[in-house]
């Protein structure tokens, strides 16, 4: 199996440290040249429990170089992640443009939906999304430590031959168990409203995951989108949604969400993908979120002020 | 005329420097001790346009030995300026009982409207309201700058036999202009909406006051706080509210608010006074304000944030 996976975040990273124990085909992905030189030469770094694995014999290649010009050398792909950010898939895919013919089958790892909205202009056969409830931090570029052993999950948008079961299914993986799911929707739903009760609150307010049950009045706030996003996701099982809500931010709660990571980095976050789906949703349905639509403008202020600090600066 | 200004914050600071100098009685009683000493030795230094003034014949006492001990040798007060924090209103009307029958009139500066509803228990002949447009910023515990000329308008809620008329007109400080209202209510909720569209947004953006009109996305979370608070208020003109709105923060645009301030010390807002008090009459009215009730709750949440480190530090 020839597995390409796209991004060398920290979910980039440490799916390809797991899945290059198991294949001898993979290549890594990175945004950065200079990332690609360092992973080719140290190895990449998997730290977990205190033991650090020096996986080797991971290749790799700058982004563009593989999209734009290398990939004549690969004669096709069987599995193709994409672990990039919600905000870049759009340019990954035009940049799939051309070499998708190569691509036997494709899985999204992303936050929120705002990937599922371009789906429509993929011609790859098999597509697939996935949710990564593992906590990773990469420390360097060529080092991932996994902080929290969870689950990857994963389910077909459209199934193709199965290609993607099939790379799956024979892999072992104690510490990256792989769990495959019927149905896509209600997979990313539930993600997608922990996503947006936990990561716009915890930015705004700068607070690790579990103030947000501490706290009375930030709970209440959380409630409140919550209460919205199952009026325009139509959730049915309302109550348990909610438990799973508290249970991720009880068992992240000393974690800082990536969007407050974002906030505190000053770069874009995800929100397009996260609240900003969830508005053009209510849209379509003529559903009123006026507090999603309060927090959408928050978070998008606070971009807007980083974008000029960078001018500025 | 005798005049007794209780808060020696900014405000109670600016006030007592350009009053001592038109009148020998008069008394600023501080939370603190040791500030009053310091004004006693060092005069109280007010800072305007690069100029210094010393002024020397102000009085100090510590507020708890003027309210509950001292007050004996004052035979009577003709003008009780309260200028603490709105939050601080309550102790200081109980402190008060006992020794009101010394008081002629009194005249309260404080933000937001939460103290108006402490008036029916007040046994005071004459009760005024005044709002502050200067700026004035304290630097140590004698010293005050006047970053901004504006006004000191003030009206009665029952004017008795006219003590702050009567001490008022006379005065002529031309950098430091008191202007008499006819009517109390609309004063206060022209400074009320103002200080609910500015301050906590301000506060939670951590922005100054300008970034409320040049960031598109923070106009408009302005723009629906202003539009509950004019419903709740059922303010009648309300175009010309929101031209001064913006015209405030366009003044003061590079000010700090003194929420925020009180952000950055990580100590009590005045939220109860400003959108508690939107709330409480929201309330009474039966009219829904979700987006102040939001702002609110993400107010009211940092405090208690603010209030667990300090029982941590």
């Known amino acids: 199996m020839k597995y390409v996976i796209i991004g060398s975040g920290s979910i980039g990273m440490l799916l390809s440290s797991y899945l290059a124990q198991q294949t001898n085909s993979l290549l890594l992905a990175t945004h950065r040249n200079i990332q690609a030189n360092q992973i080719e030469q140290k190895g990449l770094h998997l730290v977990h429990t205190d033991k650090i694995t020096k996986v080797q014999h991971v290749r790799t290649s700058s982004c563009s170089a593989l999209l734009k010009n290398n990939l004549t050398d690969i004669e096709t792909i069987d599995v193709m992640i994409i672990a990039v950010k919600s905000h870049q898939v759009k340019q990954v895919l035009e940049d799939l443009k051309g070499i998708e ?20 202009d993929i011609s790859i056969p098999e597509v697939a999304v996935g949710v990564v409830e593992h906590g990773a931090m990469r420390t360097n570029d060529w080092t991932v430590y996994h902080t929290g052993v969870g689950r990857l999950r994963w389910s077909y948008v459209q199934a193709g031959k199965k290609v993607i079961e099939t790379a799956f299914s024979p892999l072992r993986l104690n510490e ?9 929707i209600p997979l990313l739903h539930s993600k997608l409203i922990v996503n947006a009760c936990v990561n716009p609150l915890t930015a705004l ?16 706030m959380m409630s409140q989108v919550f209460d919205e996003a199952c009026t325009v996701l139509e959730t049915s099982e309302k109550d348990q949604m909610w438990e799973y809500v508290r249970d991720v931010c009880q068992k992240t709660s000393s974690n800082s969400s990536s969007m407050l990571l974002d906030f505190e980095k000053k770069r874009k976050t995800e929100i397009d993908s996260i609240l900003g789906y969830l508005l053009r949703q209510a849209a379509n349905k003529k559903i009123h979120a006026p507090i999603i639509a309060y927090l959408h403008d928050a978070i998008k202020g606070k971009e807007v002020e980083f974008r000029e600090g960078e001018v500025e600066s």
Do not use: C, D
Request: overall charge positive; glycine content about 6%.
């Open 176 to 184: 990256f168990p792989i769990l495959q799911e019927k149905n896509w």
């Open 205 to 220: 307010l700068m607070v690790k995951n579990g103030q947000l049950l501490e706290n009375k009045y930030y709970l209440n």
């Open 101 to 120: 013919h190569k691509v036997a089958s494709i899985l999204f790892l992303q936050n929120g939906m705002g990937h599922t909205e371009m789906f429509h």
